[in-house]
């Protein structure tokens, strides 16, 4: 089992005077509703993401701060309620007040080459905060804030990074991988973007009156967590925490495939299931849980497409469940791999039937839109098919990683080896001792 342990790195970053960046035309002034997707509290923050971008001598000419800052301005006429603001109604509901104000961009240099970062560079990136936009600078919350902030910065080699925090209520990850495709695209001398955007988020509204149809346990608390459970995931995190990457190309997914060979037919299993059960199951018995206490494992489920009738083509709102597996943790520890894999696809079934998300939107809605919970949960998300590889200003492909977030929390991303293998990289976060007996785990199973 290849893994690395994440090293610390210094180097410096010179930050300029940051500007707002509007549309470069005028755009519509209305407010436009959220879905009841997208007005949830557990989404009001900023995702944060990087992109990494090798130099690229035909381009020696070229600013890539500059070409980036005049592309953002052309698609924000495109997208414009994200050069807009989120406003706070009477009834606690969020919309967007689509003003035209624009985003917020800040030019940097590093004092390094971008290769003394890592070849290659793979998350957890220990030194992502020098490479988004300074949180001190940002505003508190989201409500009147802008929803964009954006950071591009030059390294001596010719390489730069385009750091990107984007407030969650307004797109999701694939939502995202649009936007800034459609800005890659400008900057590359498009006439518009490929694929317009959509608004429509009246498609995600709850019913009236609302009428859950599924329980939704993701959004219910565990009975037995203490309060002590719930901190440790945000406010005070076990002491001692290392950062870890573990890969999986081939040879690593083939071996998982042997622990499951009963399952049939073999190609329903996906690959992110089979990483995700080895994960989960892997976590929990280093975490030395008691044997009757229920863990979890959450996941973001893309639906577009799985709807009856489909989400149109463009729409970049959020368009994700969360599906969620559980079991007692003695019994994930001491059943074979197979076991969490059941689970979690079955909990991924849920997610993507027909009405699971119209049944969340009234949910949330009737229930005064609760936040998720995460005592005990470990959540993952997968970002390797999301778009954000394609993500090309000119210079070529790059990488993309995010920063880490707590400890409960992994993003899948993906890059291509020396051989041109697609290698699945899952960052983790664990204390000392336990990050060991994951490793132990997780090798044995890729050994078998």
Known sequence: M?????????????????????????????VKSLSDIDDQAGLQFYSPGVHFYHSNPSKVAHDPANVIKAALAEALVYYYPIAGRLREQPDGKLVVDCTGEGAMFVEADADVELEYLGDPITPPIPFIDRL??????????????????????????????????????????FGVAQFQTAISELARGAKQPSVLPVWDRHLLLARDPPVPTHIHREYEPIEDATQEEYDMVLKTPPANLVDRSFFFGPNQISALRRHVQSLKPMSHVSRFELITAAVWRSRTISLDYNPDSEVRVQFPVNL????????????????????????????????????????????????????????LADMLVQRKRPRFLVARTFMVSDLTRAGFQTVDFGWGGGMHGTKPFPWVVT?????????????????????????????????SLIQT
Do not use: W
Request: proline share 8%; with cysteine; hydrophobic share 40%.
């Open 2 to 30: 290849t893994s690395i342990l994440c090293p610390s790195i210094s180097f410096n970053v010179k930050r300029s005077k940051p500007e707002v960046i509007a549309p470069a035309k005028p755009t519509p002034h209305e």
């Open 132 to 173: 988004l936009f300074d949180s001190e600078l940002m505003g508190l919350g989201v409500v009147d804030q802008p929803l964009l902030y954006i950071q591009v910065t030059r390294f001596k080699c010719g390489g730069f990074t385009f750091g990107v925090k984007t407030c969650h209520i307004i797109a999701d990850g």
């Open 304 to 359: 577009r497409g799985k709807m009856v009738p489909p989400l149109p083509t463009g729409f970049y709102g959020n368009a994700f469940a969360r599906a969620m597996a559980f079991s007692k943790a003695g019994k994930l520890c001491s059943s074979p791999l197979e076991y969490a894999l059941k689970l979690i696809q079955e909990a991924k079934a849920k997610a993507t039937s027909t009405d699971f998300l119209q049944s």
């Open 411 to 443: 993003f899948y991303t993906s890059f291509k080896n020396s051989v041109d293998e697609e290698v699945v990289v899952v960052p983790m976060c664990l204390p000392e001792a336990a990050m060991e007996t994951f490793k132990e785990e997780m090798e």
